[in-house]
């Protein structure tokens, strides 16, 4: 019956969804004018993607694949969705595809609650009804709207971390009756990698999160742990060494905000990579050589967590030093937008600039958080089970799995986006629809009941308000009043980069010399669409011809280029012309200026040099 009666909200949950993304993509299409571009981080890796494409056409199988091993600064997962995509049977532009990856993530987040919140609260009808109101949380938002039409990463963070609270409740939940099966294993890896795999950072500190919670959860055991290491592995240098790398790394955010040293330099970033990869590997070695022992003394679930899915995202992490570099790149970045995460999640939006929020309709949020630490409280209050029972509860592991990632994140950037807590949202929504669920199945007390189920309605209608409030997504101004278009509203912010690509034959394979990506650039107005000239031009070739960015380690020669072109802020440019004319020299070749366009607006100049051919310039 209770199935039945969770029909209507599987069903409103549908539509909504439904509606929404139809209306969202219109809104895309049709009132969006810039989008054939994506932001800077997304022009790159689309360009990456464009630029295996070609290697794919042309044959050159290993070239075209090698950069989804090598990616430094963004996980391979998102790119390898965009590259499939381009080989899909219709006539959207590639940009609609590679944003469209966006809106998909988001929809899957509803059947993820409504599956996840269904096997939690071992109720069909209160995982419709939890998972309804749990999405309209995510939609109703000051950012969400925005990030599920582009190709960024906050909702696949968004679908991955939700899926990995839940595959912590499994861990948990098998832990405690005395045996982990092998379907929970799997989840742990496809949910804790499929999240590092969104952003690295993310990933490695909820890596850190979890182990937290492993110590609170055993403290006795992992003082067995502690012992068992010192005694037999890190003895002598081994142990100077493990404390002088683990001060090292927690060393960094303290440096940063106490110090003016500047850690951003590759040698530094160099040393922490190699000292941190020599502890890896040996420790790694250990482990699995005194495999045995080391099971009995660990805890089962850290064995599980380090098998399947710390174990080998740091294996990836350290198959390229620059994703150890990249990843203390961006330790480094200070916003001063915002001044906390927690703030902006409880800020009413337009009350501070400095806590901009991101709720359309605060007080939903407010008061379903208020009400799950009710009950979080009263769970720890009740003397039925025990303080180390309750700690080791699976859904309280998980609710404090999610709170510790957001708080060390807190702790360790100063790059305090408001988009960083997006993929925060959908598994709050979970834990607390959840916690307020639980105090009404664990009181006995008839008052306490009445409370709790009074508690929870008005907890839900005021999170559904969302829907009808001021910007709710069933009245008239939410789709007059959200900022869809990620790229703005400004055609003319973009058009030096359509001019430029329209001066390029789409058949023809270049050589691209953008000097708008060199420091020397970076005072010209250019700077800001470098990444948008890049794609620009491969769009307009990728099918036929190329044009690829030139590299002194990725290009020995140029003899399978037509042409090479050089754009900068002015023709001529002595610093355009001396790197051109030195990589020339590095390769001998030769070639001879056909063509120069200032494109309309002044901020960029292209110059296109025909390559004589060995055979033409004897």
């Known amino acids: 019956m209770k199935r039945i009666a969770g029909i209507p909200f599987l069903i409103f949950g549908i539509v909504l969804v439904y509606y929404y993304s139809i209306r969202a993509w219109q809104m895309f299409l049709n009132v969006c004018p810039n989008h054939d571009f994506l932001s800077w981080d997304e022009n790159i890796r689309l360009a990456t993607v464009l630029d295996q494409y070609v290697d794919f056409r042309d044959g050159s199988w290993w070239k075209g694949i090698f950069p989804f091993f090598e990616s430094p600064t963004w996980p391979p997962l998102r790119s390898v969705f965009t590259f499939i995509s381009l080989y899909f049977p219709t006539d959207w532009p590639v940009t609609y595809r590679d944003s469209f990856n966006g809106l998909v993530f988001l929809i899957l987040v509803y059947p993820t609650l409504f599956y996840i919140l269904s096997k939690v609260t071992k109720s069909w009808f209160c995982g419709s009804v939890f998972a309804f109101f ?32 839940y595959a912590l409740f499994r861990l948990y939940e098998d832990d405690n009756r005395g045996e982990i099966q092998s379907g929970t294993k799997y989840l742990i890896a496809f949910s804790l990698f499929g999240f590092y795999f969104t952003k690295y950072p993310y990933g490695i500190l909820f890596f850190m999160a979890c182990f937290a919670y492993e110590l609170l959860r055993n403290p006795s055991k992992y003082k067995d742990v502690v012992i068992y290491l010192y005694k037999d592995y890190a003895k002598g240098f081994r142990l100077v060494y493990l404390i002088f790398v683990i001060l090292m790394i927690f060393s960094l955010p303290i440096l940063r905000v106490v110090s003016d040293i500047n850690l951003n330099q590759r040698p530094f970033k ?77 800020t009413e939006p337009g009350i501070d600039p400095k806590v901009p929020g991101i709720f359309d309709f605060v007080w939903g949020f407010r008061v379903l958080f208020l009400v799950s630490s009710v009950s979080i409280l009263y769970f720890f209050a009740n003397r039925s089970k025990n303080l180390k029972d309750k700690i080791k509860d699976p859904l309280f592991g998980a609710t404090l799995a999610i709170f510790l990632e957001l708080f060390i994140l807190e702790l360790t950037t100063g790059n305090k986006q408001p988009r960083h807590v997006l993929q925060f949202i959908p598994a709050i929504g979970f834990f607390t629809t959840a916690w307020s669920l639980r105090f009404v199945q664990s009181t006995d007390s008839k008052p306490y009941l009445v409370v709790g189920y009074f508690s929870l ?81 491969k769009l307009k070739t990728f099918e036929k011809g190329a044009v690829r960015n030139d590299h002194p380690r990725k290009w020995k020669d140029w003899s399978k280029f037509d042409s090479i072109l050089l754009l900068s802020d002015t023709c001529p440019d002595n610093f355009a012309e001396g790197k051109f004319e030195s990589r020339s020299k590095l390769l001998n070749a030769e070639s001879t200026l056909i063509k120069t366009y200032r494109e309309s607006s002044g901020i960029a100049c292209l110059q296109e040099f025909r390559i004589l051919k060995q055979e033409v310039t004897k």
């Open 457 to 537: 309605t008005l907890v839900l209608g005021i999170v559904g308000w969302n829907l009808f409030y001021n910007q709710g997504l069933l009245s008239d101004r939410f789709f007059q009043t959200k900022p869809f278009c990620y790229r703005g509203m400004n055609v003319s912010d973009f058009q030096p980069a359509r001019e430029i690509a329209d001066q390029l034959e789409f058949s023809k394979k270049y050589i691209l010399i953008n000097v708008f990506h060199d420091r020397e650039k970076y005072e010209t107005k250019g700077r800001v669409l470098a990444s948008d000239f890049d794609l620009a031009m």
């Open 134 to 165: 749990s999405f309209v949380l995510t939609i109703q938002t000051q950012e969400v709207p925005a990030y599920s039409l582009t190709s960024m990463l906050e909702t696949q963070s968004m679908f991955f971390l939700l899926w990995s609270a």
């Open 270 to 346: 160099m040393f922490m990579y190699y000292i941190s990869l020599v502890l890896f590997v040996d420790l790694s070695i250990y482990l699995f050589r005194n495999r045995d022992k080391a099971v009995a003394v660990f805890p089962r679930t850290t064995v599980v967590l380090w098998s399947y899915a710390i174990f080998p995202a740091f294996l990836w992490l350290f198959c390229n030093p620059d994703r150890v570099s990249a990843l203390i790149d961006a330790q480094m970045i200070v916003n001063h937008y915002t001044r906390s995460f927690f703030l902006t999640l409880w």
